[in-house]
């Protein structure tokens, strides 16, 4: 594609090995913008991500990460160094996507410490160390967005501690937008709602699909390219005013 590489801009994408990740990473890079994406243990998937990336003449990276471990955030932000130095010659990069998470199927009277500590880990923790961690490596006027979840804003039975600590996030988020105002930095939330991937909302049984898709006002369940295309496009300067929102990308599901 002849429009590859015209932006200059270079996006983190977490999770980007497949779902809604892996959807962020293609669409940004058909929009010009470098990726570097993180996968956990899915190292074909991300690979193929990246295969398919500069297939099209754009310009990708892999890099292993595993959310939960903030003890190894001090070795990442120098991997993320050393690819934007050696791929870009570069020393920083423009967008943050903190796509990385894990679901949760248990009723609040199955939920363990194990299963809660898990989730905080992941979906809150891990968000806010790494985001503190890359923030020296992020471009002032840059954009840090975090993929949140409906599940902030709707309740249903079985994800109570994720759906808690996605309303964190979309707190912390607007506290991240003040915080570092000074830097011209912009902090925003993309929330999905029911997206049918492997990953959770979306996936079930036809009756269960029909139920969701009876409860959107759009008719239908998500899909990753949903989420994926909007999120690329707030990776540009067509959303530089946008600042401290939170954005749900969920068809009109429980109006």
Known sequence: MST????GRIALVTGGSRG??????LN????GVGIILTYNSRVAEAE???????????????????????????DFAGR????????????????????AG?????????????IFDQLVDVNFKGVFFLTKKLLPLLADG???????????RLTFPGVAVYGALKAGLETLTRYFAKEYAGRKLRFNVVAPGAIDTDFGGGKGDDAHKQQIAAATALGRLGEAEDVGLF???????????VNAQRIEVGGGIGL
């Open 4 to 7: 590859m590489n015209q932006s």
């Open 28 to 31: 940004a890079a058909q929009r």
């Open 48 to 74: 193929g991500v990246v295969a398919a990336i500069r297939a099209l003449g754009g310009k990708a990276m892999a890099l292993q990460l595993d959310s939960a471990r903030v003890g190894t955030f001090d």
């Open 142 to 152: 840059g954009q840090v967005i975090n993929i949140s979840s409906g599940l902030a």
């Open 80 to 99: 993320v160094a050393a690819v934007l130095r050696a791929e870009w010659g570069r020393d920083r990069f423009d967008y943050l996507v903190n796509n």
């Open 102 to 114: 894990i679901a949760q199927r248990s009723l609040i009277a199955d939920t363990t410490e194990e």
């Open 20 to 25: 809604i990740g892996r959807s962020i990473a």
């Open 231 to 241: 999120v690329a496009g707030m990776l540009s300067d067509d959303s530089r005013f």
